[in-house]
T-cell receptor, first 114, second 112 residues
């Protein structure tokens, strides 16, 4: 099993450009999450999907949209990138909707917005 | 709302030294607690977790953590660190029906 995979690994954007970060898991997990990691701030939840067909905002959703394409895939879209969105983005999944279950993380996407 | 504090942002130790990383949370109800580790260039991995039962939890690679409910703490310990323990360590907590909340992380550097 590959676990949680993310593409791309690295990306550089100019301000105003758009892009989609892809995430897939092969563990048949119901719940998926997008986090951003910034120095000194730990991981902050952007959006999550408790189950296929549902998505909800996390702590820092502004400037992002998500799509739970199917049970395996959960994408994060930046419609108009801003320098403040320079960060490392992690996708994660868990068997059940967060809370009491371990989350498994992908390798991350390092995004730079110029 | 729940929150997590990790007071040590950077820790430097020599090999064989003992380690204790602090983690305090704020939430009055039942909590589940986690320690994740991120080795350089890698993704987060679960080190150990506490759901219920024995408050002294043992994890991988010789790490352990103790849940002290009265102090709202879940400190991570290791009796003797190795160079390979160099990493960033995150405490995380979830309570009620809220989402997993991470601390800001502690960067550990172990010098050989």
């Amino acid at each position: 099993n590959a676990g949680v995979t993310q593409t791309p690994k690295f990306q550089v954007l100019k301000t105003g450009q758009s892009m989609t970060l892809q995430c897939a898991q092969d563990m048949n997990h119901n719940s998926m999450y997008w986090y951003r990691q910034d120095p000194g701030m730990g991981l902050r939840l952007i959006y999550y999907s408790a189950s296929e067909g549902t998505t909800d905002k996390g702590e820092v959703p502004n400037g992002y949209n998500v799509s739970r394409l199917n049970k395996r895939e959960f994408s994060l879209r930046l419609e108009s990138a801003a320098p403040s969105q320079t960060s490392v983005y992690f996708c994660a999944s868990s068997e059940k909707p967060t809370d009491y279950n371990e989350q498994f993380f992908g390798p991350g996407t390092r995004l730079t917005v110029l | 709302a729940q929150s997590v504090s990790q007071h040590n942002h950077h820790v430097i130790l020599s090999e064989a030294a003992s380690l204790e990383l602090g983690c305090n949370y704020s939430y009055g109800g039942t909590v589940n607690l986690f320690w994740y580790v991120q080795y350089p260039g890698q993704h987060l991995q679960l080190l150990l977790k506490y759901f219920s039962g024995d408050p002294l939890v043992k994890g991988i690679k010789g790490f352990e953590a103790e849940f002290i409910k009265s102090k709202f703490s879940f400190n991570l310990r290791k009796p003797s660190v190795q160079w390979s323990d160099t990493a960033e360590y995150f405490c995380a907590v979830v309570g009620g029906f809220q989402k997993l909340v991470f601390g800001t992380g502690t960067r550990l550097l172990v010098s050989p």
